[in-house]
């Protein structure tokens, strides 16, 4: 992994490449990371790898045209090439109507909430340890079978604009993401992230998991209908990254967004507040700038019910005529992290709220049926559950999650006080989230399979 001298020395040879060529603007950023795996299953370690990579990415201006590429370390010398190539691509095409120059640099930036966590640079060993401790707090739990994965992240980054903007900055992260067993049906599932490899608990999240997929055995079908349900957090969270990449503006400017004409209009109940925060203590990513050198801040996206804020880059924030507020992107704008604010109510008073409905532990291959409507369809499993009078009955299996993102959280009837934040492969829009459980009724379901 290079560090930061030596990644503003290859940025400033890169700069004079594109110099040559004649842009009316660039910026070119620099990511190097190393990253670290342990994978497990059949409760043993199956694979360790390490992976040492180097990116550079070029933007460039000209003629109110854009174009952007990447190569890896080893591809330096095709840059100039490259350039060339994108600048012939986007000669015949039109100037962009929202095309506005590359930022100047702000006066202050925020500081970093926290810096590397020296433990997963210096103490890679402690990855095999978390990784036993999940096993042996499932099997513990009375799981058959444990799985699962840890990744834990290390970079240093560099952006360099023609407007002068020059900085740096550095990143840690980890995730822990496992899987109980206790036959081929039942199954349970919990993750967690975090900045920080202290923040890892492994027992916590290993034993619910084992849980789940021991109350799952006792598993039966259930009839297609509306049904109140809890979302567990990592649910949430999947749901949550569908609300993320609907408030780009690029997505709502494309109608490829359910949050189209909402601005300023309530969309959920007072309760939830959403927000992005790229500078969130133990963040799972921590930004100060984004990628067009504007200094990040804390967004609401969704504010007592309202939503607050599109998520902009400068093109967006001219199309819109709104403030460019730190969501680059260079082609399009995207969230940071997630934060969902916690509500009051424990995990027995969501069941007694629901009443009588189900409990939904894992929601993948989330697809959308009409992004515009925001009607979609999931798989759900690793723990989906039948409640009556407040307390589990049994599992559930033969379900599909089927209804649409504006009905469900306008259902929102109650949030959980208890947070964790997640992060792992299959969320939708790829975003961390920092959220509790949430209970909604007349939650959508259809049938699986026939």
Do not use: C
Not at 94 to 108: G, I, M, Q
Not at 118 to 134: F, G, T, V
Not at 141 to 161: D, R, Y
Not at 243 to 257: E, L, T
Request: proline share 4%.
């Amino acid at each position: 992994m290079l560090n930061e001298n030596e990644l503003f020395s290859l940025a400033d040879e890169v700069e004079e490449m594109i110099k040559k060529i004649g842009v009316d603007g660039y910026a070119i950023s620099l990511y190097s990371s190393l990253s670290r795996q342990v994978r497990f299953a059949a409760n043993k370690i199956s694979v360790t790898k390490t992976w040492d990579e180097t990116e550079i990415s070029v933007l460039i201006d000209k003629d109110e045209r854009v174009a952007a590429f990447s190569v890896g370390l080893s591809s330096k010398d095709l840059i100039p090439d490259m350039a060339r190539r994108s600048l012939e691509a986007i000669k015949n095409a039109p100037p962009r109507k929202d095309y506005t120059p590359l930022p100047e640099p702000a006066s202050s930036y925020p500081s970093p909430p926290g810096g590397v966590d020296q433990a997963l640079r210096e103490n890679p060993e402690r990855l095999l340890d978390i990784a036993k401790e999940a096993i042996d707090s499932g099997l513990s739990e009375g799981a058959k079978k444990m799985a699962g994965t840890i990744i834990a992240n290390v970079s240093n980054g560099v952006l360099i604009t023609s407007t002068r903007f020059r900085d740096s900055s550095s990143l840690s992260n980890v995730y822990l993401d496992v899987r109980a067993f206790t036959s081929k049906e039942a199954t349970g599932h919990a993750s967690i992230a975090s900045r920080i490899l202290s923040d890892i608990k492994a027992d916590e999240v290993a034993s619910l998991a084992a849980r789940d997929a021991k109350i799952s055995q006792n598993i039966k079908s259930l009839d297609p209908g509306k049904y109140n349900t809890i979302f567990t957090i990592d649910a949430t969270a999947s749901l949550m990254n569908l609300v993320g990449g609907s408030a780009s503006a690029y997505a709502v400017d494309a109608g490829f967004s359910f949050l189209i004409n909402k601005l300023g209009n309530k969309i959920a109940p007072e309760k939830l507040i959403l927000e992005d925060n790229p500078l969130l203590h133990n963040g799972f990513v921590i930004r100060t700038f984004d990628d067009e050198g504007v200094p990040t801040k804390v967004i609401n996206i969704i504010n007592k019910g309202v939503l607050e804020n599109y998520l902009h880059n400068r093109f967006t924030a001219k199309k819109f005529n709104m403030e460019h507020n730190a969501h680059a992107g260079w082609l399009s704008p995207h969230a940071w992290e997630l934060v969902v604010y916690p509500g009051e109510a424990s995990w027995d008073e969501l069941l007694e709220i629901i009443n009588k409905g189900l409990i939904v532990s894992n929601a993948t291959y989330i697809r959308y049926q009409n992004y515009m409507a925001g009607t979609f369809s999931a798989v759900i499993r690793d723990g989906v559950f039948y409640v009556e009078n407040g307390e589990i009955k049994h599992a559930v299996k033969g379900l599909r999650l089927s209804d649409s993102m504006p009905n469900i959280l306008n259902n929102i009837v109650e949030i959980g006080k208890h947070r964790r934040q997640v992060f792992h492969w299959w969320l939708e829009s790829n975003l961390p989230v920092l959220t509790p459980p949430i209970a909604v009724k007349d939650v959508g379901y259809t049938k699986a399979f026939s």
